[in-house]
């Protein structure tokens, strides 16, 4: 029977030593498993990747790991989902991982100046922001507006963060000063606060809405069209297994990679 990849989010604070044991490879003596469907033979990747990924990838990249496995039932992922600064903060600080995804140009730029990227990152996704309320918007919320007034409860992501950075040029755009009671160190906690209804509106990605469902509603912001998210993806300079992470870097860029995140509501790189 075919194992299916192992993912689940990790904390950012894991050891070197222990993610190092996690990865190896098969074997150059390794029997080709039955089933695989691609790199048939010797020649397909196994062994550990991991994966730093922006928070608002945590569903489509649980569901590509899990698609993966039916071509390559030796590759296990495991990821570490979180602030796209704090992902490469760690990395940075030496912390060892195959592959890094972020939320925005800007934090993966500050990986490449660091020298821990091995090639010129590819944008596989772009995202847009959306105002979202609890279901039934019990405040009454009708626009960026209402992130000024301080009677509401507002969730706002922290500025360094590229759901923070992207809500501060949102709105600015609005000419809009809002009023946040909470700065939030990602998009899924906003997301929670709202579904909770613990915030009576946040600023959030268009698929973390989606992806909460009918706990929450959203209201169109029509300068939100004016703020797009572009994610880049690549490999690390030190990734334990490479052969790995190409594998894994071509499903997020091509297939299934792009059916997944076009039913997340993500939209297509440019």
Known sequence: MSRRPRFGAIALAVTAAALLSACGDDGDDAAAPSGVASGPGDDAPGGTVTVLAAASLTESFETLADQLGDDHPDLEIVYSFGPSSGLVEQLLAGAPADVLATADTTTMD???????????????ARNTLALAVPAGNPAGVTGLADLANPDLRIAICEPQVPCGS?????LDAAGVTAAPDTLTTDVKEAAS???LGEADAALIYLTDAAAVGDAVETIDVPEANTVVNEYPVAVLAD?????GAQ???????GEPGRSILDAAGFLPAQ
Do not use: K, M, W, Y
């Open 110 to 124: 500050d990986a490449v100046a660091g020298g821990v990227v091995d090639s010129a990152p590819e944008i596989f």
């Open 166 to 170: 992207s809500a501060q040029r949102l």
């Open 239 to 243: 990734a334990p297994n490479p052969e």
């Open 193 to 195: 606060l709202v579904a």
């Open 247 to 253: 594998a894994l870097l071509d499903a997020i860029t």
